[in-house]
């Protein structure tokens, strides 16, 4: 087994990995429309991510190819979702599912790309692309077990109107993805949520926030599940982000990794101890997994 990790640049378009020390770097794709969110079919071979494109021409996309990039192939059409943003692959399910910012809406297709689907639609009545950034739908984790999926609505830059949602991963019948009442609000007022991450055997949900200081350029950790003197506070375990985007965690390892806009990698502990810079100025990172092949 070796482990790697595979990284978004939106500043080239493209899709690398290296190694968990940040040495050697192997470019997988390239040519990229905004390339935000990326997941791993390790028992497949496969390799997926998307593409956010220009939000206002509805051009979003999602592609797939194997992990030394061969035999790439686009499964979501342009036209099919505005602007996807990170993105995660049920495998058990047979489900990918992805936020579409601009798009208002929480969505999954199958791993081929086929029967496309609306969970959640933030829109209310709002014409596509919406304006309104406290109904973006920005960053996803799923929780399979439990059957649910938790995201992200950041919100406009630094406004304090991030919030972060769960629901279960099938509409209650009667209902649509409009009116479902199953949604809960875990938490809100902070100050720009953006990708989420399940370790799952702790039960501990993951973030990256790129507001600004002291709450913001974080990566945060909350339990799952609320106790009996209600939901605790979220922890920050790790600061100093440059606009935080992507993170994996190797729960195993014990440890996660972050990339932010301004091209560095960082690995800590998953208590943010140990913290370390990976790579620095390689270009605008935005997602970021981790796998052992």
């Not at 990229?32 to 991510?49: N, S, T």
């Not at 399910?93 to 791993?111: F, H, T």
């Not at 195993?252 to 091209?263: I, K």
């Amino acid at each position: 087994m070796s482990s790697r990790l595979f990284i978004l640049d939106l500043a080239e378009g493209r899709v690398f990995s290296v190694k968990p020390d940040g040495s050697d770097k192997k470019i997988i794709a390239s040519g990229g429309r905004m390339p935000d969110g990326v997941a791993l079919d390790i028992e497949a071979g496969h390799l997926y991510w998307t593409n956010m494109g220009v939000p206002s021409r509805n051009d979003g996309s999602i592609e797939r190819a194997d992990l030394d990039g061969r035999n790439r192939v686009t499964i979501v059409p342009e036209g099919a979702t505005f602007t996807p943003k990170q993105l995660q692959l049920d495998k058990r399910g047979g489900k990918l599912y992805w936020c579409d910012r601009e798009g208002m809406r929480v969505m999954r297709a199958n791993l081929d790309g086929s029967q496309i689907e609306t969970l959640v639609d933030t829109s209310r009545g709002d014409t596509r692309p919406g304006s309104d950034a406290t109904k973006w739908c920005v960053g996803i984790t799923v929780d399979p077990t439990r059957g649910q999926f938790y995201w992200t609505q950041k919100g406009p830059d630094n406004a304090g109107k991030g919030r972060i949602f769960r629901a279960g991963i099938e509409i209650p019948r009667g209902e649509t993805a409009a009116t479902r009442n199953d949604i809960e609000l875990l938490y809100d007022g902070l100050p720009e949520p953006i990708d989420l991450e399940i370790d799952h055997a702790r039960r501990i949900l993951y973030w990256t926030d790129r507001g600004d200081p002291p709450l913001g350029n974080t990566v945060n950790r909350a339990p799952l599940d609320g106790g009996s003197n209600g939901r605790p506070a979220p922890e920050i375990v790790f600061r100093n982000l440059m606009e935080g985007i992507g993170i994996a965690l190797d729960p195993a390892g014990e440890r996660m990794f972050m990339t932010d806009l301004a091209g560095s990698v960082y690995a800590a502990r998953l208590d943010g101890s140990k913290p370390s810079v990976l790579l620095f100025a390689q270009g605008n990172l935005s997602g970021i997994a981790y796998a052992e092949i």
